[in-house]
């Protein structure tokens, strides 16, 4: 498996090793290259934002996605942020190159970019994870422009929409506290799916 090591190991169990009674053992170590869960956020906006600053207390690695550029996001970048961001002309794309164990969150500026992510996220469908953020009705008009280009019932049945735990508030911090929560139990229940 790529980034794995493994070495076999004989000590000889002599009093060198604090033993007296002779003999030998074999160990085998295998190593592998570990990486955490990642969290891309189609967007980089103030909700975006506010959960990005929450990775580590969600456990993930943080990806935010943006057509724009830099200058234009609002509000601006910290210095220093504790995620990455990549800013691409058409980000739907970036979807079929994302680890298929990625939780995706999809909250753009454009209504038309949400629904082409979405899109392009239920055609790979191999995500355990898609939110998007919007209300009930917004969902709807979703669901009716996706059915018509081909979404199955079970695609669409994939998809979160509201996001968070508690869905009534539209200040993007509470939004942000609301949704890390959510995805936290998601990766809980994954992580015991992966165990039993």
């Known amino acids: 498996e790529e980034g794995a090591a493994t ?3 004989a000590v000889p169990l002599s009093e060198k090793a604090g033993q007296c009674c ?3 053992v074999t160990l085998f170590f295998e190593s592998f290259s570990w990486t955490r869960r990642r969290l891309v956020i189609f967007g980089c906006g103030h909700v975006a934002q ?3 600053g929450l990775s580590d207390y969600m456990g993930l690695d943080v990806l935010l996605i943006d057509s724009r ?4 996001v609002e509000p601006p970048l910290p210095e220093a942020p504790p995620y990455e961001v990549l800013f691409i002309d058409a980000p739907e794309e970036e979807v079929d190159s994302l680890p298929e164990d990625s939780l995706l969150l999809v909250m753009t500026h ?3 970019i ?10 790979r469908g191999s995500f355990p994870y898609v ?3 919007g209300s009930d009705r917004k969902w709807a008009r979703f669901k009716r ?10 695609q669409l049945g994939g998809v979160t929409c509201p996001i968070g735990v508690s869905k009534g508030s539209k200040e993007p911090r509470k939004i942000a506290l609301s949704v890390a929560a959510e995805i936290v139990e998601v990766t809980e229940r994954l992580a015991e799916r992966s165990r039993g």
């Open 114 to 123: 949400d629904q082409e992510v979405v899109a392009r996220a239920l055609r």
């Open 7 to 9: 070495v076999t190991e």
């Open 50 to 52: 506010a959960i990005a």
């Open 110 to 112: 454009s209504h038309s």
């Open 22 to 24: 002779g003999g030998e």
């Open 131 to 133: 939110g998007l953020i």
């Open 69 to 72: 550029s830099a200058e234009e």
């Open 145 to 154: 422009r996706l059915e018509q280009r081909g979404a199955t019932a079970e």
